[in-house]
């Protein structure tokens, strides 16, 4: 009998397949694609994943290891996700193990067997749902109604860009456009993916009210690894129906998928930051294509790359554009001049009031203030000494309640100190205004006021940010102040009036990207304020900026809530200056202890190929040059071709490894922030 050799994919930086040999001296069924096998490694036995079953192999035998064991109580995946995972390894250069294994619960990639079959075991015991009826869904209105059959009715790859404004009622359109393609298919799943963590369970609560007769998974970054592993599988035997989750949760195995819906599509949170760097909503947009299935890209500011794509009709663009809920209409947003209105602990007497009339008439306020800590840097008024990092191009952040020094880019943190370091004298002051300044501020201006801040500091704990978003629903909270944390999809019904304090400083940041970043947040903020209807009495809904730039153009389109005369305009000036969304780039990083080690090895990688259709600029720093004493440089590719840039990193990588230099790089293809 012929040899049989398994090709496997494991998680490792090589970007190789690896071969093994699976012994023929027992009973057991052959492998198959798409089964996990555990195989020795180096002195480790890891699972990996079988992409190939072979007769022969380039290894010689006497080298060749055998597989221990193969995962055969779990279904394989199935040729499709293996694809989508093959697509992903190859579009964003890596090694298909390295895609295909992390996402995959821990407990299935452990060494022994037993915890896999106890897990297998807990799931049959979940009850089997089968009631896909819908219940007490709200009348839709005529444009929701539209939508939802539009995106619901049809079969076959369409993407369609649900172009809302906030309050609209998106929420809505997504889940009877899910009723609609359930009630169609008995085993129809849905994939739903939201930008944060935070806001899984509003919309977990509204599927389960809405759908309580189906199975439900969730998949996000706080399960704990038993839980996930559930929720996983359940997506993988196709018994969940709709599996809500964030980014992670685009390679979920999903055998029965038939509709994809993307809300906030716009949030930058669906790129991954490190490690694979995938757009979550992109994949999801091959996905949808590669399947043939409807998707749903939905948004109030959406991104540029799908706004051009509706233009130029690509994506089918639905629009609504009014508050669902009636009498609940678009905040008044006013610019309040902070050269004219002098801020006393950073709030102008204009907010000031309009917080009092709030306090006045039981209505909920919110201060969103994109600034963590108490201020971001203390300095010595006698010497000018600061607070900078010692291991970063940055400061370290003064955190009063918890009387440290932070660092938010490496781990650093001392106690504050009590005199300057450098001359002596006791009194340090805090410089700038982060949230917990303001929260102090506000506590000595409304004593009687119930604030709360909600933060990645205030919110360290497990369960805490949820606990603290239910009490604002509960109408327990006056005053909020918060980070973005708070500026998105939260539907909070008691809330007129958003301040926005100090957006200013992006106004001016030389990232490209940062005035389509800016508009979309303080669109997305400014719409959490009047979203049920006007109480007999209550204030009609309002959001003031704080602003020096109060004729910026950016803020005029904010004041006349006009994403679309913002987003043609910037288009334009993105076409003129020859940026995405009309152009493609990838990044090259790298990091040593020196930087002149980072940009030699970068000018090495741009002198080792060259293509005609081919921009590679020179190596620069990055703009946060050091981090945990390691300094960063980077290297940027464009191209107006996609297919010949990504023919040209296939290419150009190859070379790079080839090298075997030892600074350490990566490669970002369709970076954010470059
Ligand atoms: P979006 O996601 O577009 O910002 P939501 O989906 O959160 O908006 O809806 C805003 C509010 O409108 C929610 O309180 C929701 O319950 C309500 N709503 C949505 N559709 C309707 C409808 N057809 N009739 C009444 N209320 C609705
Ligand atoms: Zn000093
Ligand atoms: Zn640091």
Same mark, same amino acid.
């Given at each position: 009998?012929?040899?049989?050799?398994?090709?496997?994919?494991?998680?490792?930086?090589?970007?190789?397949?690896?071969?093994?040999?699976?012994?023929?001296?027992?009973?057991?069924?052959?492998?198959?694609?798409?089964? $996990?096998?555990?195989?020795?490694?180096?002195?480790?036995?890891?699972?990996?994943?079988?992409?190939?079953?072979?007769?022969?192999?380039?290894? %010689?035998?006497e080298?060749?290891?055998?597989?221990?064991?193969?995962?055969?109580?779990?279904?394989?995946?199935?040729?499709?996700?293996?694809a $989508?995972?093959? &697509?992903?390894?190859?579009?964003?250069?890596? %090694?298909?193990?390295?895609?295909?294994?992390?996402?995959?619960?821990?407990?299935?990639?452990?060494?022994?067997?037993v915890?896999?079959?106890?897990?297998i075991?807990?799931?049959?015991?979940?009850?089997?749902?089968?009631?896909?009826?819908?219940?007490?869904?709200?009348?839709?209105?005529?444009?929701?109604?539209?939508?939802?059959?539009?995106?619901?009715?049809?079969?076959?790859?369409?993407?369609?860009?649900?172009?809302?404004?906030?309050?609209?009622?998106?929420?809505?359109?997504?889940?009877?456009?899910?009723?609609q393609?359930?009630?169609?298919?008995?085993d129809?799943?849905?994939?739903?993916?939201?930008?944060?963590?935070?806001?899984?369970?509003?919309?977990?609560?509204?599927?389960?009210?809405?759908?309580?007769?189906?199975?439900?998974?969730?998949l996000?970054?706080?399960?704990?690894e038993?839980?996930?592993m559930?929720?996983?599988?359940?997506?993988?035997?196709?018994?969940?129906?709709?599996?809500?989750? @964030?980014?992670?949760a685009?390679?979920?195995?999903?055998?029965?998928?038939?509709?994809?819906?993307?809300?906030?599509e716009?949030?930058?949170?669906?790129?991954?930051?490190?490690?694979?760097?995938?757009?979550?909503?992109?994949?999801?947009?091959?996905r949808?294509?590669q399947?043939?299935? %409807?998707?749903?890209?939905?948004?109030? @500011?959406?991104?540029?790359?799908?706004?051009?794509?509706?233009?130029?009709?690509?994506?089918?663009?639905l629009?609504?554009?009014?508050?669902?809920?009636?009498?609940?209409?678009?905040?008044?947003?006013?610019?309040?001049?902070?050269?004219?209105?002098? %801020?006393?602990?950073?709030? @102008?007497?204009?907010?000031?009031?309009?917080l009092?009339?709030?306090?006045?008439?039981?209505?909920?306020?919110?201060l969103?203030?994109?600034?963590?800590?108490?201020?971001?840097?203390i300095?010595?008024?006698?010497?000018?000494?600061?607070?900078?990092?010692?291991?970063?191009?940055?400061?370290?952040?003064l955190?009063?309640?918890e009387?440290?020094?932070?660092?938010?880019?490496?781990?650093?943190?001392?106690?504050?100190?009590?005199?300057?370091?450098?001359c002596?004298?006791?009194?340090?002051?805090?410089?700038?205004?982060?949230?917990?300044?303001?929260?102090?501020?506000?506590?000595?201006?409304?004593?009687?006021?119930?604030?709360?801040?909600i933060?990645?500091?205030?919110?360290?704990?497990?369960?805490?940010?949820?606990?603290?978003?239910?009490?604002?629903?509960?109408?327990?909270?006056?005053?909020?102040?918060?980070?973005?944390?708070?500026?998105?999809?939260?539907?909070f019904?008691?809330?007129?009036?958003?301040?926005?304090l100090?957006?200013?400083?992006?106004?001016?940041?030389?990232d490209?990207r940062a005035?389509?970043?800016l508009?979309?947040?303080?669109?997305?903020?400014?719409?959490?304020?009047?979203?049920a209807?006007?109480?007999?009495?209550?204030?009609?809904?309002e959001?003031?900026?704080?602003t020096?730039?109060?004729?910026?153009?950016?803020?005029?389109?904010?004041?006349?809530h006009?994403?679309?005369? &913002?987003?043609?305009?910037?288009?334009?000036?993105?076409?003129?200056?020859?940026?995405?969304?009309?152009?493609?780039?990838?990044?090259?990083?790298?990091?040593?202890?020196?930087l002149?080690t980072?940009?030699?090895?970068?000018?090495?990688?741009?002198?080792?190929?060259?293509?005609?259709?081919?921009?590679?600029?020179?190596?620069?720093?990055?703009?946060? @040059?050091?981090v945990?004493?390691?300094?960063?440089?980077?290297?940027l $590719?464009?191209?107006?071709?996609?297919?010949?840039?990504?023919?040209?990193?296939?290419?150009?990588?190859?070379?790079?490894?080839?090298?075997?230099?030892?600074v350490?790089?990566?490669l970002?293809?369709?970076?954010?922030d470059?």
């Amino acid at each position: 009998m012929a040899q049989c050799i398994l090709k496997i994919a494991l998680d490792t930086p090589l970007n190789a397949l690896f071969d093994y040999r699976w012994h023929d001296d027992t009973q057991d069924e052959l492998p198959q694609v798409g089964q $996990l096998a555990l195989v020795p490694f180096g002195r480790r036995e890891i699972t990996g994943l079988i992409v190939g079953v072979s007769d022969s192999s380039d290894v %010689p035998e006497e080298k060749m290891k055998q597989v221990l064991v193969v995962r055969s109580q779990l279904a394989p995946l199935l040729p499709q996700w293996l694809a $989508l995972a093959g &697509f992903a390894a190859d579009y964003y250069q890596r %090694p298909l193990g390295e895609v295909a294994l992390p996402g995959l619960p821990k407990n299935l990639r452990v060494s022994t067997t037993v915890a896999l079959d106890r897990a297998i075991k807990k799931l049959a015991k979940l009850p089997e749902a089968h009631d896909a009826r819908p219940h007490n869904m709200p009348r839709l209105n005529a444009s929701q109604q539209e939508a939802a059959d539009a995106i619901g009715g049809v079969q076959g790859f369409k993407p369609t860009l649900l172009y809302g404004v906030t309050g609209s009622g998106k929420t809505e359109v997504y889940l009877q456009s899910c009723a609609q393609v359930l009630a169609r298919d008995d085993d129809a799943q849905i994939l739903i993916l939201v930008p944060e963590i935070n806001l899984t369970p509003q919309l977990e609560g509204n599927i389960r009210a809405r759908f309580p007769g189906i199975m439900l998974a969730t998949l996000h970054s706080s399960l704990s690894e038993g839980e996930r592993m559930l929720h996983w599988l359940a997506a993988h035997q196709g018994r969940a129906r709709i599996v809500l989750g @964030t980014r992670l949760a685009v390679l979920a195995s999903l055998p029965r998928l038939k509709l994809i819906v993307i809300d906030e599509e716009h949030d930058p949170s669906y790129k991954q930051q490190e490690g694979l760097r995938y757009s979550a909503r992109d994949l999801a947009v091959w996905r949808a294509w590669q399947l043939q299935i %409807p998707i749903v890209l939905g948004s109030a @500011t959406p991104s540029l790359e799908s706004w051009h794509h509706a233009q130029s009709g690509r994506y089918r663009k639905l629009e609504l554009r009014e508050r669902a809920v009636k009498n609940a209409v678009l905040p008044r947003v006013t610019l309040v001049d902070m050269e004219r209105d002098k %801020p006393v602990d950073g709030l @102008t007497a204009h907010l000031i009031a309009a917080l009092k009339l709030r306090m006045e008439r039981g209505e909920q306020s919110l201060l969103f203030l994109n600034r963590r800590g108490y201020s971001p840097v203390i300095c010595c008024e006698s010497c000018g000494w600061i607070s900078n990092c010692t291991r970063c191009t940055s400061f370290m952040v003064l955190h009063k309640p918890e009387h440290r020094l932070r660092c938010h880019h490496c781990s650093l943190e001392l106690r504050i100190p009590r005199h300057c370091p450098t001359c002596g004298n006791v009194d340090l002051q805090p410089l700038g205004r982060g949230t917990q300044r303001v929260e102090e501020g506000l506590q000595q201006l409304f004593p009687e006021a119930r604030i709360l801040r909600i933060d990645a500091d205030s919110t360290r704990r497990k369960g805490s940010a949820q606990e603290a978003f239910d009490s604002v629903h509960r109408g327990e909270v006056d005053i909020l102040i918060g980070t973005q944390m708070v500026a998105k999809g939260h539907d909070f019904k008691k809330l007129t009036l958003v301040g926005i304090l100090n957006p200013d400083t992006a106004l001016f940041s030389q990232d490209y990207r940062a005035s389509e970043r800016l508009f979309a947040q303080l669109m997305q903020v400014a719409g959490r304020a009047g979203r049920a209807a006007r109480t007999e009495g209550g204030s009609a809904s309002e959001v003031l900026i704080q602003t020096r730039y109060a004729r910026h153009p950016l803020y005029d389109a904010v004041v006349n809530h006009d994403y679309d005369h &913002f987003a043609t305009a910037l288009l334009e000036e993105r076409a003129q200056a020859a940026l995405p969304p009309y152009l493609f780039q990838a990044l090259l990083r790298a990091e040593a202890p020196e930087l002149a080690t980072a940009i030699a090895f970068l000018q090495a990688a741009k002198d080792s190929l060259a293509h005609p259709a081919i921009t590679i600029n020179d190596p620069i720093p990055m703009s946060m @040059t050091r981090v945990h004493n390691v300094d960063r440089a980077q290297l940027l $590719l464009e191209s107006a071709s996609r297919p010949a840039l990504q023919a040209f990193l296939k290419e150009w990588l190859a070379a790079l490894r080839a090298m075997k230099s030892r600074v350490k790089w990566s490669l970002e293809v369709d970076p954010l922030d470059i």
